[in-house]
């Protein structure tokens, strides 16, 4: 049965990402809308605002499509792929697709001193100061924010986006 | 016991069937994947991104993959999407389930061996109340309906859930789930009829009282018609169900989420076929409460009172009441321990109505069950290893103490691969039946007699399984099982000359062993498959000192071999066709021969609010038998097929 399974995979392209996939790609354009960055950290002149990703790529070209001709105060949007921290220049929205939790928590370190919004699906992203985490509950896309670290890099998140949001808080007292 | 030839031409038949149902599909490829393109979504507002509907392997995964045991989901999209009409169909869905329908209204369901109509070794709970009768252990599914539309998934756990669940939950656990009442919103009517349903009518509304505040009132009715007869007539078995009830829930605080739902039903099912019907009402009431602490802490209260009533219109009636308290607390100290503990109490009053020569002897009687749990979650290594280790102590009116320690390891070499063990130990404490039972050839002379030196059946189980996801849209899962008995129910012969009364003794022990292996696949967006194939074996026999008539063989008919697939595709047009094949080889005594069975159902949104739908069940067979009890007459299930309207407003 499981070769019955397996031989299906040839062909289904991995160009096609799920719906999950893609809804979270809306997201992340949808953050550029409402979240304010601090002034010193928008790009200057006609410079892109850029939406990175980090780790492998989970929206195929789907983000691309949906960044195409759209502005945010107009500037232009682009996506950048990153492996490593140190590949990134300028980045306004991080999506971090890594896998191995010590990684994860170098990476939001490195990223500190930096106005990047940090956006993540993984499990434990709000607990180790990520700023969004996207999630599936109950067959539906949920958004968690850590307002917190939002804060601390400088990002002001709009009422409209926090209403529907879960607000994590860490609870400081162990 | 051997394979008959036979047996592998039915296996053929079956791949020929699956290749079929995959092959069909093949057309499919180069149409559009019927997804909302990027310029819709982006349209949408954040609400509206929030409210849609997403299936991903990797949800269920991740609570899949925090169990130690072998848990398998049916969630609401996998049974709309078979055509189930009842809850015994739809747990069809469940690999690691053996479901044979028996006649209109009796089904005979179990997990890991021990299936019969009076099946005990299983625990079924529906929003955490128990339905099962102390009359015999087992559950009379004729009054186990729910509105399947409002089910939010059933999780099935095959193997002993002695220490979390108790008693009685020997081979598994049924654990059926109803929608939160803030997901059930709004107007849901759905009307059905064919040739083997008479009617199926529903009504729910669901609406909001306050802020928190939700609520939810239904009202559910179908007959179900007959089945057949070996010699090709019609059954007079057909049945008729009417239920209702309601749910509310209420989130006072963030802190806070508290539960009260009541069903009430009424049911005239007919196994004998004769020309009187039984009567099976009853109601129920559930409260919960939830109360997160903090972070590391939280607790869940529950109370329930549940009344059946049973009239079998020859003079004999069962009426049972049930009141169960039952709390628990999680708590995590440190980062290593996490640890769940709680107490139970449940008290049931069984009374019946005796008949001269058929009696329950006291006719009235008062069970008592106290338990307490405490389980421990141990961190050996941080993300790699866990240690659970708990047991749970009870206290019921027949055997006094009983202990159910269970000791399970998890072991996550990645992200998406754990391996797990698990040493346990179950018990199935007497019911009334095998100590206060008589059955009676004269007043004075019982042919059948109940003892009181009956005392629990017990499981030693060894446990090991897999589970992994090699990509984001495959997941699968193997557990393997090796089950020793001992003290399993057996019909002691009495003393000579006559050989009566006939007693049931503690008199058969023996061995099972088996595998499970499941998997749940999106195959592309719009298409995905999951199922199982599940093998058991079982060495059973008789203790010295036993003389059971049946040699060991009375307590269970099971299938050596099981499989399911279910396919669900979203076609264009707004279009669905569901896909379920399964088969279950062959019972030995008495004798039912292996089938296939294969349902399809094709559905039609035509619009947001209204869905059509046709279903054909048992669509390989013009009829086939899948379980013959000691009683009543076996009977056929018949192929059928009927269509369906549901709105939603």
Known sequence: ?174 | MNQTPCDFTFLYKGLLCCTLTLGSNLGFSQVTDGLPAASELKQMSLEELMNIEVISVSKHSEKLREAASAIQVITHEDIRNSGAKTLPEALRLAPNLQVAQVNSSQWAISARGFNNVLANKLLVLIDGRTVYTPMYAGVFWDVQNLLLEDVERIEVISGPGGTLWGANAVNGVINIITKNTKDTKGLFAEAATGTDLSYLGSVRYGGQLAKNLSYRVYGTGFKLDNTRLTNDTSANDNWPMTQGGFRIDWEPSAKDKLSLQSNIYYGKPNPDAGDVRIIAKGDNVVARWNHVSSEKSDFQLQAYYDHTWRDFRNGFTEQLKTFDIDWQNRRQFGNAHDVTYGMNFRMMNHTVTNLPLFAFLPGDKDLYLYSALLQDKMTVIKDRLQLTVGLKVEHNSYTDFEYQPNARFTYTPAKNHTVWAALSRAVRTPARIDREFFLFLTPQLPFISGTEDFVSAEMTAYELGWRVQPTENLSVSLASFYNVYDNIRSSEPGPAPFYIPITFGNGVKGETYGVELSATSLVTDWWNVRGGYTFLKKDLSVKPGSGDTNKGSAESNDPTHQFLIQSTMRLPGNTELGTVVRYVSGLSEPAVPAYFGMDLRLGWRLNKVVELSIVGQNLLDDHHPEFIPSSPSPREIDRSIYGKIVCRF
């Open chain 1, 1 to 174: 049965m499981l070769a019955l399974l397996c031989s299906n995979f040839t062909g289904t392209g991995q160009s096609s990402p799920s719906l999950e996939r893609r809804l979270k790609a809306v997201f992340l354009f949808n953050f550029t809308q409402f979240v304010q960055w601090p002034q010193n950290a928008l790009p200057a002149d006609q410079s892109p605002f850029v939406i990175g990703i980090l780790g492998p790529n989970p929206f195929g070209v789907y983000l691309e499509e949906i960044i195409s001709d759209e502005k945010v105060n107009g500037h232009p949007l682009t996506v950048h792929y990153y492996n490593q921290v140190e590949e990134m220049q300028a980045c306004h929205i991080l999506f971090v697709n890594i896998a191995d939790i010590k990684k994860q928590e170098e990476t939001i370190a490195a990223l500190k001193n930096r106005n990047i919004l940090t956006v993540s699906d993984s499990y434990d992203f709000l607990q180790k100061n990520g700023m969004i985490r996207l999630y599936t509950s109950e067959n539906k896309i949920k958004i968690q924010i850590n307002l917190e670290a939002s804060k601390n890099a400088g990002m002001e998140i709009s009422s409209k986006l926090l209403r529907l949001a879960e607000i994590f808080t860490s609870d400081k007292k162990d």
